[in-house]
Nanobody
């Protein structure tokens, strides 16, 4: 069973930065792509960003575009989310997800696109 291990969350002041990391437990696991979602208290889980290993193609939610950057290190089988200019509305539990199978008919922004999920890491930006 593939496990995704997240790290890098924490408490940061508005305007600050954090970098989240997500590593897969199985070095031989080859995913199609990986993504970050987040869930704020009382809200549904929402898409944040997605990275495809082939070509390094990225996709962002409008709410984080220009502030967040997703990237991947193929050698380490790890994906990162660099978060800059953080705002209180970015406060949430951030989840890493990995897509193992091709699902061309499913949008990259949907949670059912992904097969494996991390346990989540808390990001708090006090107002």
């Amino acid at each position: 069973q593939v496990q995704l291990v997240e790290s890098g969350g924490g408490l940061v002041q508005a305007g600050g930065s954090l970098r989240l990391s997500c590593a897969t437990s199985e070095r031989t696991f080859s995913s199609v792509g990986m993504a970050w979602f987040r869930q704020a208290p009382g809200k549904e889980r929402e898409f944040v960003a997605r990275f495809r290993w082939s070509g390094g193609i990225t996709l962002y939610a409008d709410s984080v575009k220009g502030r967040f950057t997703i990237s991947g290190d193929n050698a380490k089988n790890t994906v990162y989310l660099q978060m800059n200019s953080l705002k209180p509305k970015d406060t949430a539990v951030y989840y890493c997800a990995a897509q193992a199978q091709q699902r061309p008919s499913v949008s990259d922004t949907r949670s059912d696109k992904y097969d494996y999920w991390g346990q989540g890491t808390q990001v708090a930006v006090p107002s």
